[in-house]
């Protein structure tokens, strides 16, 4: 986009010439500080709120909206730039002759009107107003939007502006020194740039002239009757917004409804000052070739080093500094290639404490004083760096013991970041800091700074929902614990840096998280004020008037009445932008699930499942209702019973075991017995060796023992790789050969070559053999093998076809899943997660069950005693149960006691279920239940 | 530590029946114990006037009282009657008794050697508590308890790998004891036949007698020195299968039962990473503990109603 088509659309005119006070709209009467701050606010959100808002174009305007507020916020400048203005408005001093102090337009006249009544503005500005009006396709919001930008940016006061509006009409059609009555003009409306009139005299008699100036003064009178009609009620409507921007209110023109306190007046309400947004987001590029030389160094020495040696421990010191430092300026590839050479530096030189510890150290220095713009950073960086190392258990056992230290200085307790995710750990990292950074907004001069790398930080690692969550977060903690932000400028320049990552007009969250800050008593009335007082003027919310401003003095009633009134005209302004579920969407779901609710509980196990899944279906389908997705409900509650069905009728694939050993078991044995005993190396050698030649497939139980006895305890030693060889290469199918082998391995006693065998018979990657876990590993790969073989892990093939399609139903409710779930418990688990997100910032004064951190906690407490794959993917499903309900309760106070009962017969039915399936089952109604609630569904009662 | 075959002994006795029967029986489908009745015989009589005179000081609205009270009947080793009044303390102010209740609870179950019991007692308590440093999975012993779990059920499966292979004698120095094994015992022991009476077989079985095991023996006919066709035993090979055992020494094993072993070997072991069908094959989908305070008086069957203690029995208020 054009930066002239931006300042049309932004502005309302394409030029480039204005002054200071015209673009920011104001005048040297209404030009205070806090008026500056709050029309730069106002062009500044109006500019990110654009759908080119990224464009360079936007950057330039921002720029010179920022120099223009620059300018008027120094009083020097101020005073030198309000003289101009008076002079060129009262008595234009010589040679001067704008009628503001622009550089465009022109006025023959100081006064603002003619010595004949009409108004005598000049014709850039009257264009401009028409043009606004015809660009905006009549009178409506986007006509009042450009009429202010363009009568400020002629300097056009607001009574002069209503004024404008108000004889617009005759202005438009009374051209100046042309009489009223007289040739009509030709060409555009209001003939400023009109072709010449033709000369009438020319064409009508005397008679005639006479009439048509009768006709014409007739139709001149109607068109002045019907646009007074429309311009009336809309300069009203100006007047208002005017009003809003400016310092004195003027009651009898608003139409606002009423509040039931005294609005708020502005003069007293301070404002949030801005945060520039290009500083909340870092450039991001390759790596330097500078720094790629040092990584490329750091991988080729350690490959080649055989200990630590201080160049490998300088090369990695250098790549990890620089790591913590610009981490965030990496773009992905570089950020993983960085993670890649570090951790091989691990697997290649942690293999003694004193190494792994020099390097561990240098991921993860001690910082005892972090709190600092690198710091944070670097904290982040580091915790992200050692989720990821978590993730590699074939790490050295010393490496992984201090990586293991690390990580629990980091993540004590609670609900930790699954390893292996550096954005999760970061973001959680992220999230720890948020208390202690809460405190530098008192203490610390820098602390803008601070949340500002610390944001930074959060946009790298998060996706827009999650950055959202952390900087609501954020900002309730620092509107409860922080100074006051009418008082504190660097507390309000926090905060405006936080509300510049929340979508306030899309996001369900952010509606949560700003009406629980009116519920929250520990945030003040004044704090309150600012922020709502923020909200009207940038429009973040659309729809609001300053009697949605809170007042400072307001007590617990008065908030709860205009939360209540917030929260009304938001979902209102959301349901016009299409974010709230539709009523027919709903209805139909709804009917849906009381059908699925009055389904007959089934006995067997796979009957109780397919049943949780169709209420899964359902659930998924509400939270894509939710999200404004009905297309994708739609589709999905459209092919459930087909995919359910699907899944039904997967049936066990045929065994994959070889065929059973034909001619007489043990005769290979006595021979291989005989030659052993009779101290014939090579002949028992080459009998292992040919066996295979002989039977093929598998072995009888009685060769199967021998052979297996053989490659574990077989004498002389040189024998066992030889019968390893064998059983991997030819029997890596036979079952009783491999269960031989599995069940004649000694725990404790450990055998690389063995472990290489197994790994070539089943496939799975084993620990070090030197590892503690790896008999057990090793021991339950080959069993797995063999079940799998016997056809026995697939005896009820169906069961587990449909626990996946679980786990995929509950990966579509995840808004930001990558890839499709396969594990329920995961994918229960992070649907919680997301229920946690989205009550995060909401801050109920009651909250259902419990605090959210309590959920948590309990999840984490269920999810650790229900430790099989059915009970654990309940234990997450209960947990999704409570967070929805707290969420649910959370917008919807009134429905807390059904919620509550809801909960209490839950516990109930679980308690007296039949079996786990049954548990799930009734779990899944239960969210269906709460998820009715959250629809706005009153309670019906009924089983579940 | 490995124990010895006299420890095997030992472990049996502990892994009785009765114990078996009663780790089955407390979450699930307890009758609705709520039903209000007017009396409730006390459980047990008060075997002491002393203590018949406190509990009929007792008033519900004093709930600690019931906690206390609750204390000196462990004192006094009247663990049926502390049950009670603990359970009747968490009902009536959870907020207060109901944690410290579990955890007293978990004691008790740790003393009668109910170890399922004592663990989920202590996740109640764990739930009910509102810090994470005092009660986190960790703090609580419950990921510890985990890999100690894990590492019992791959103990486990070796021991049935070693009976497999008709090696008691190994099996049996395979098990270890401890309560995760016992954990183990009690929640699958009837998964596929008996654990028991496969240990008990491996005590009695200790190797084939003939053969040790190594399945082909010298043969008893020649002696190893007939020619070759000679000897019409081993047909002049020296050396033929044992003729005790047949080469499969230890106890004959179904193809179902082998599949049913196999099954449960790799569900344990797999933990969470089981597949549903294997674990459903384990453990026949059984009710999961409902962990929630109002569970208590299903667990032990009281009448949490009837909270004055007058003329021996428990009534209502």
């Known amino acids: ?944 | 530590m490995r124990l010895a075959a006299r420890h095997i002994l030992m472990a049996m006795a502990l892994l009785a029946p009765v114990r078996l029967a009663a780790a089955q029986s407390p979450p699930s489908a307890p009758p609705d114990v709520n039903e209000p009745t007017t009396t409730q015989p006390a459980v047990p009589a008060s075997p002491l006037p002393s203590m018949d005179a406190r509990l009929e000081r007792l008033s519900p609205s004093n709930p600690g009282a019931y906690f206390l009270l609750g204390e000196e009947a462990i004192d006094e080793g009247q663990l049926d009657l502390a049950i009670h009044l603990f359970v009747l303390a968490a009902r009536m102010d959870g907020e207060h008794f109901g944690r410290s209740a579990c955890l007293a609870l978990a004691e008790i179950e740790k003393r009668r050697g109910r170890l399922i019991e004592e663990r989920d007692l202590r996740s109640l308590a764990g739930l009910l508590g509102d810090t994470e440093r005092t009660d986190s999975p960790d703090t609580l012993g419950l990921r510890s308890a985990e890999r100690e779990y894990r590492r019992s059920a791959a103990l486990l499966s070796a021991m049935l790998g070693f009976y497999r292979q008709g090696d008691g004698q190994k099996a049996l120095a395979a098990l270890e004891l401890n309560d995760a094994t016992e954990r183990l015992v009690k929640e699958f022991g009837r998964s596929f036949g008996s654990i028991g009476r496969i240990i008990s077989f491996c005590r009695n079985y200790p190797r084939c007698p003939t053969c040790r095991n190594e399945r082909i023996i010298k043969c008893p006919s020649c002696r190893g020195g007939a020619a070759p066709g000679q000897c019409s035993l081993c047909g002049g090979q020296h050396f033929i299968v044992c003729n005790l055992c047949g080469g499969e020494p230890g106890e004959h094993i179904s193809p179902a039962d082998l599949d049913a072993m196999l099954l449960f070997e790799v569900a344990l072991q797999s933990g969470d990473k089981a597949s549903w069908s294997a674990r459903i094959a384990v453990d026949q989908a059984r009710a999961r503990p409902v962990l929630d305070l109002t569970m208590l008086p299903r667990w032990y069957e009281i009448n949490t109603t009837l909270t004055v203690y007058r003329n021996g029995e428990w009534t209502l208020p």
């Open chain 1, 1 to 944: 986009m054009t930066l002239a088509s931006m300042r049309l659309e932004i502005l309302g005119t394409t030029s480039d010439r204005i002054g200071p006070f015209a673009l920011l709209g104001l005048t040297p009467e209404r030009c205070e500080p806090h008026h500056v701050r709050l029309a730069l606010e106002s062009l500044l959100a109006r500019i990110d709120t654009h759908p080119n808002a990224a464009d360079p174009a936007a950057d330039v305007l921002r720029r010179e909206i920022r120099a223009a507020a620059a300018l008027l916020l120094d009083p020097v400048s101020r005073r030198e730039l309000s003289a101009d203005y008076q002079n060129a408005r009262h008595g234009p001093a010589p040679g001067r002759t704008a009628v503001a102090p622009t550089r465009s337009g022109a006025s023959s006249n100081g006064s603002p009107r003619s010595t004949s009544g009409a108004p005598n503005y000049p014709p850039a500005f009257l264009r401009d107003l028409l043009a606004a009006w015809v660009s905006a396709g009549g009178w409506n919001g986007k006509a009042r939007h450009r009429i202010i930008a363009a009568g400020a940016q002629h300097g056009v006061s607001g009574e002069a502006l209503l004024d404008a509006i108000l004889t617009m009409p005759v202005t438009l059609a009374t051209p100046r020194d042309t009489p009223l009555v007289g040739p009509p003009p030709t060409g555009l409306p209001g003939g400023f740039d009109a072709a010449p009139a033709l000369n009438v005299s020319d064409v009508l008699s005397h008679r005639d002239a006479h009439e048509a100036a009768k006709r014409n003064l007739f139709a001149a009178m109607l068109a002045f009757l019907a646009c007074a009609a429309i311009v009336i009620p809309f300069a009203a409507w100006v007047i208002f917004q005017i009003n809003v921007m400016g310092p004195k209110p003027d009651p009898s023109l608003t139409n606002a409804s009423p509040a039931p306190v005294a609005p708020l007046k502005e003069s007293t309400t301070p404002l949030l000052p801005t945060v520039p947004r290009e500083e909340l987001s870092l450039p991001v590029s390759p790596m330097s070739q500078t720094f790629a030389g040092v990584l490329e160094r750091l991988d080729r020495d350690s490959a080649v080093a055989t200990e630590l040696d201080q160049a490998v421990l300088n090369l990695f010191a250098s790549a990890s500094t620089q790591g913590r430092r610009q981490w965030m300026q990496f773009d992905a590839g570089a950020r993983e290639r960085l993670r890649d050479v570090l951790v091989s530096c691990l697997y290649r030189l942690g293999r003694d404490e004193t190494s792994a510890k020099s390097l561990v150290d240098l991921i993860d220095p001690d910082q005892p004083r972090w709190m600092t713009t690198e710091g944070i950073t670097g904290r982040a960086w580091s915790v992200g760096m050692l989720a990821v190392m978590m993730r590699e258990p074939d790490l050295p056992a010393p490496a992984r013991s201090v990586i293991e230290q690390h990580w629990h200085q980091h993540v004590p307790t609670g609900s930790p970041p699954r390893s292996g995710d550096f954005d999760g750990a970061a973001r959680f990292a992220l999230r720890e800091m948020i208390s202690p950074l809460v405190g530098t907004v008192t203490s610390e001069a820098a602390a803008v700074e601070l949340w500002i790398a610390w944001l930074q930080c959060v946009s790298t690692v998060s996706d827009k929902d999650q950055a959202e969550a952390l900087a609501l977060e954020s900002a309730r903690q620092v509107l409860i614990e922080g100074p006051d932000i009418s008082a504190s400028d660097r507390a309000g320049r926090v905060i405006a840096a936080l509300f510049s990552v929340v979508r306030w007009k899309t996001s369900a969250a952010a509606r949560g998280a700003l009406l629980a800050w009116w519920d929250e008593p520990r945030v003040s009335a004044s704090d309150l004020a600012v922020v709502s007082s923020w909200i009207v003027s940038t429009g973040a919310i659309p729809g609001l008037d300053d009697s949605f401003i809170v007042p400072t003095n307001a007590g617990a009633e008065a908030r709860a009445a205009l939360r209540q009134k917030l929260a009304e005209a938001w979902t209102s302004a959301g349901a016009a932008t299409g974010n709230a579920p539709a009523r027919t969407e709903v209805a139909d779901w709804i009917l849906r699930a009381d059908r699925l609710l009055a389904d007959p509980v089934r006995s067997s196990p796979e009957e109780l499942l397919v049943q949780t899944i169709a209420v899964a279906f359902q659930n998924t389908a509400a939270s894509m209702i939710w999200a404004a997705r009905p297309e994708d409900a739609a589709t999905l509650l459209a092919d459930a019973e087909a995919r359910i069905a699907a899944a039904r009728l997967t049936t066990a694939p045929p065994p994959g075991g070889a065929t059973p050993p034909v001619g007489g078991d043990g005769d290979w044995a006595v021979l291989y017995f005989r030659a052993s005993k009779e101290n014939d190396r090579e002949g028992a050698k080459r009998l292992v060796e040919t066996i295979s030649q002989d039977i093929l497939g598998d072995l009888g139980p009685i060769n199967a023992a021998v052979l297996a006895d053989v490659a574990l305890n077989g004498q002389p030693r040189e024998i066992r790789p030889v019968a390893l060889e064998t059983i991997a290469g030819s029997y890596a199918s036979g079952p009783n050969v491999l269960l031989a082998l599995a069940d004649k391995m000694i725990p404790d006693r450990s055998d690389i070559g063995l472990s290489d065998a197994i790994e070539r018979i089943t496939g799975v990657d084993l620990p070090d053999p030197r590892q503690e876990d790896w008999y057990t590993r090793a021991r339950l790969a080959l069993l797995q093998h063999v079940a799998s073989l016997r056809g026995a892990l697939s005896a009820n093939a169906s069961i587990d076809s449909l626990a996946k399609l679980l786990a995929g139903v509950y990966g579509d409710r995840l808004a930001h899943q990558s890839g499709t779930q396969t594990d329920p418990a995961e994918a229960a688990r992070l649907a919680f997660e997301q229920w946690v997100e989205i009550g995060r910032p909401m801050q109920p004064i009651a909250p259902l069950p419990a605090p959210l951190h309590q959920i948590l906690h309990r999840a984490a407490i269920r999810a650790a005693v229900l430790d099989d794959p059915i009970g654990r993917f309940h234990a997450w499903q209960i947990a999704s149960l409570e967070a929805a309900s707290y969420v649910t309760a959370a917008e919807r106070p009134g429905a807390r006691q059904e919620l509550s009962d809801l909960l209490d017969s839950t516990t109930l039915r679980l308690a007296v279920s039949r079996n786990a399936m049954e548990q799930l089952l009734v779990a899944e109604r239960a969210l269906t239940k709460v998820w009715e609630i959250r629809f706005g569904q009153a309670a019906r009662g009924g089983d579940f």
